[in-house]
């Protein structure tokens, strides 16, 4: 059996969501094509530090802030790797070709190189979620005070909503879409938290509880540009997450929530243990605040969720 290569990976992502590609210069595999920098994990190092290493040889840049965040591996015609992504939102310097590489800053929406590395492309996606998770409250707010919040909260808030109100019938969910969906603040992506029968119906992504998602066999078949996540509280629920190739996952409760008072809270130090080494997004869910963001960073988390720290209490 070949062995598995580990490498350090680095998304050094501005704060307007771009992040830094470079590609492979002449005399390498796959030479011409794009990827994000990094490179193998030498033996007595960490990932951290190979990551820190690998930016300081290939781009002359010093590594101030990073956090993990994807564990992925890929099986090349010639090898297999296993590839550990970090986010790096803080950095000194600017990029050089200290390896004779071309490099450019790239929205994960409208790239403008090509060809991106096959290990690559599912990372790509990931990034082209937001940070934040917005979670409906028109349950205890009412319809007409969430659909007015909906439409004064802030646009960088509501790049993704979750439409999860297990008080309404089929009928009621899907009108209550049809009002969020007219107002569409900052086109913003909707999941259903529903069946899937429901999401295809209304022509959206769809959100799975944990019950649903357990009793899955395969990730359900919707439309190619639509999300589909799922609600977490353990290792078995992230695992088959994990199997069924979902596109993110939501962890709770991390913190004491209004929502579930009977619900024990992770905390921080097991929700990063849980997700350590996830191959997809995680949001931390459970008594967030939009000031909860970095530390989420920190644990592993793609981003939060938010129901009331977001659209606030009646």
């Known amino acids: 059996m070949t062995a598995i290569i580990h490498a350090a990976v680095a998304v050094l992502e501005r ?6 590609l470079a590609q492979r210069p002449a005399g390498k595999a796959w030479s011409g094509w794009w990827e994000f920098p990094g490179g193998k994990i030498e033996s007595g190092e960490t990932a951290a530090q190979a990551l820190a290493r690998e930016l300081q040889e290939e781009l002359g840049m010093q590594v101030v802030q990073a956090s993990p965040w994807l564990t992925r591996t890929h099986q090349y015609p010639e090898k297999t790797v296993r590839l550990h992504f970090f986010k790096v939102r803080e950095w000194l310097g600017e990029p050089q070709s200290l390896e004779q590489q071309a490099w450019s800053w790239q929205n994960p929406n409208q790239l403008t190189v090509d060809p991106l590395l ?3 492309q599912p990372i ?5 979620l937001p940070s934040v998770m917005a979670i409906s409250n028109v349950a205890e707010l009412g319809e007409s005070l969430f659909l007015q919040r909906l439409q004064t909260a802030s ?3 509501l ?3 979750q439409l999860r109100e297990p008080q309404l019938n089929k009928a009621q ?3 209550l879409f049809r009002q969020v969906e007219a107002i569409k603040p900052n086109n913003a992506r909707i999941v259903l938290n529903a069946d899937a029968e429901l999401a295809i119906q209304a022509g959206c992504g769809l959100h799975l509880n944990s019950q649903r998602l357990m009793q899955l066999q395969q990730r359900p078949i919707l439309a190619a540009d639509q999300l589909c996540g799922a609600s977490c509280h353990n290792a078995d629920e992230l695992q088959k ?4 190739q979902l596109d993110y996952a939501l962890l709770s409760p991390v913190q004491a929530t209004l929502s579930h008072p009977q619900a024990q809270p992770l905390g921080w130090s097991k929700f990063s243990q849980l997700i350590q080494d996830t191959p997809i997004p995680i949001y931390a869910l459970g ?10 960073w920190q644990a592993g988390a793609h981003g939060i969720a938010m129901q009331r720290g977001l659209f606030g209490e009646k």
Do not use: I, T, Y
Not at 287 to 296: F, I, S, T, Y
């Open 287 to 296: 008594g967030m605040r939009k000031q909860d963001l970095h530390v989420a």
């Open 159 to 161: 790049r993704l909503l």
């Open 241 to 244: 997450a994990w199997d069924l």
């Open 155 to 157: 646009s960088d808030d």
């Open 173 to 175: 969910l899907l009108q």
């Open 15 to 20: 704060p307007s969501g771009e992040v830094l």
């Open 124 to 128: 790509m996606q990931a990034l082209r």
């Open 118 to 120: 096959p290990a690559n």
